[in-house]
């Protein structure tokens, strides 16, 4: 059973009782109930008197090592798995492997700034609480399963519940699932960014029934998490691959179609692997564009191994999208035959967005003979014209909180993170703008000029590697991140003063240039998203040698720029 304390539990292994309660007190804002044990032989009385959420151990102890203490509580029966930190001036290859080994979450080295370690045990305190909750609700799933009557039905309502959490409705966006039997294995699931970009997935896990659902449960709840964080595509993919490869059965994979749709550029991105060709219909051309698959279904291949390069299409005036599972071109007739792809995309050329569903069904019924189908099928159809028609649209009188606001936030060395910086921005927009569309175009701001700080300013990474190569930018990137060091920071500043949102961001590289005078090729800059950042603001400048970017944006009315 999971710790049912309604305040969570810490314990602190210190033999320096100055240093722990200087570590308890800088801990105490987190809202958490702190015990110290400053000995082996206090730490094994604590641990066995009481359950703890968190446990920070360190390594040199009057009467033994931490290491003692890990290997102790390895051994011992306990209801729950504390998240536990090691703290040690050792950094010795085996020592910290064993380490690991034994349960740890994170390993820091002495001396660790305060501040920092708050940070991160604010952080793995975070992720400790998600893993609690999905633990806990696997647990009530197992149990709901275990039910004799009602099981079924139960978690089939969970399923069905969960899904409609995540999910974001899409102007244009029609789509339809039949299930083979009580649960389907094919998922659709739209989600809307913090940028106002539109994600979606059209999913057809392994097997039928509530098995193929169960894979796909963690593909939802990765989903939901890493747009709300605003991750790209290619990153979303790469971690519900992950997720599924370490988590699912050999046996078990996800076929799966994701696109993301920019408003503002008119891009769509879209990865598909292992699912029929999504659509590019025409309404006088037909079918102009086949998005075929490129990579192998979610789950298959490992990290290092996996592909995350997206196709992009830029989207016209017209047209919709179109995407089915292969349940539906795999459906067999009376005498065997599958069903006809050519006469497929006949209909789907022919139909409007409203009735191509409809007349799609019409196909597959008239197909079978309206027998039970062999497979679960779902189809989607979608008019991002009509969905970028609102997420572009700037009202004509933005409603914010009165006054005059500031905000100011800086992040430095190990502490440094894009996606940290723009959940704390997130939070403040959502604070001060009551308009969707506002938060959006200002978080859209923001995270162009944080992601530049960040890639190119702070690890000096090339955008045209990205293009390149996607996973040497990976790989660089993440080479980058491990020697990030104190001297390398970013500071996001904010203020609300007579009807302008101004924002500035800084950071600790050498700027875009290398000299003044080449500021004045900002504008002809590519894969910096300079000219989005232009369009969506009424201001927009950079400071020679280009560290330091402020962009205004006005909360009455439209863009004077435009």
């Not at 599958?338 to 497929?344: F, G, I, K, V, Y």
């Not at 800086?410 to 910086?421: F, Q």
């Not at 704390?424 to 200002?442: D, F, H, I």
């Amino acid at each position: 059973m999971l710790n049912q304390q309604s305040v969570e539990h810490m314990l602190i292994i210190e033999d320096d009782p100055s240093l722990s309660t200087s570590m308890s007190e800088v801990l105490a804002e987190i809202g958490i109930v702190i015990d110290q044990a400053h000995s082996c032989q206090d730490a094994y009385q604590f641990l066995t008197d009481r359950q703890y959420d968190l446990i920070l151990l360190d390594n040199q102890l009057g009467d033994g090592e931490g290491i003692d203490v890990l290997r102790w509580f390895h051994d011992q029966p306990h209801e729950t798995d504390p998240a536990i930190i090691m703290i040690s001036e050792s950094d010795e290859q085996h020592y910290v492997e064993e380490c690991y080994s034994l349960g740890i979450v994170d390993f820091l080295r002495k001396p660790k700034p305060l501040p920092l370690l708050l940070i991160k045990v604010r952080k793995i305190l975070e992720s400790h609480r998600l893993k609690q909750k999905a633990v806990a609700n696997q647990i009530s799933m197992n149990l709901m399963l275990s039910q004799m009557d009602n099981e079924q039905q139960m978690a089939r309502f969970i399923y069905q519940h969960l899904h409609q959490s995540f999910h974001d409705d899409i102007e244009g966006l029609e789509s339809y699932i039949q299930p083979h039997s009580l649960f389907s294995g094919d998922m659709v699931m739209t989600c809307i960014g913090p940028n106002g970009h539109c994600f979606g997935l059209m999913a057809d896990a392994t097997g039928h029934g509530l098995a193929a659902a169960l894979t796909m449960m963690p593909v939802l709840t990765v989903m939901h998490t890493m747009v709300v964080k605003g991750f790209s595509l290619g990153l979303i993919a790469r971690e519900i691959n992950r997720k599924v490869n370490e988590e699912s059965p050999d046996d078990r994979f996800v076929a799966a179609i994701l696109f993301e749709m920019d408003p503002h550029r008119r891009t769509l991105d879209v990865w598909n692997g292992g699912m029929p060709p999504a659509l590019w219909v025409d309404p006088d051309k037909g079918i102009v564009q086949r998005f075929a698959s490129r990579h192998l279904p979610l789950g298959i291949l490992d990290k290092d191994a996996f592909d995350g390069m997206v196709e992009t299409f830029s989207i016209p005036n017209t047209g919709h999208l179109v995407a089915y599972s292969d349940g539906l071109v795999e459906q067999r007739n009376s005498i065997g035959e599958p069903l006809s792809q050519q006469e497929l995309e006949r209909v789907v050329e022919l139909s409007t967005p409203g009735q191509l569903i409809y007349h799609c069904l019409e196909l597959l019924t008239h197909h079978t003979d309206d027998e039970n189908l062999d497979d679960d099928v779902s189809l989607m159809s979608w008019v991002p014209e009509e969905a970028i028609a609102r997420l572009v649209r700037v009202p004509n009188q933005t409603q914010y909180t009165p006054g005059h606001s500031k905000w100011q936030y800086c992040l430095k060395g190990k502490a440094l993170s894009a996606d940290s910086i723009m959940e704390m921005a997130n939070k403040v927009l959502r604070r001060w703008l009551v308009s969707l569309e506002t938060q959006q175009r200002a978080y859209t701001v923001i995270a162009e000029l944080v992601n530049n700080a960040f890639d190119h300013g702070c690890l000096g990474v090339s955008s045209n590697l990205k293009i390149e190569d996607f996973e040497l930018y990976l790989n660089a990137r993440q080479t980058a991140i491990e020697n990030l060091s104190d001297d390398d920071w970013i500071q996001v500043c904010l203020s609300m003063v007579d009807n302008q949102l101004n924002i500035e961001v800084k950071d600790s590289g050498d700027g875009y240039f290398g000299k003044e005078s080449a500021i004045s090729k900002l504008n002809g800059l590519s894969g910096r998203g300079i000219g989005l950042i232009r369009a969506l603001s009424s201001d927009f400048v950079v400071d020679p040698p280009g560290n330091v970017a402020r962009s205004t944006l006005s909360l009455i009315g439209q863009d004077s720029n435009e």
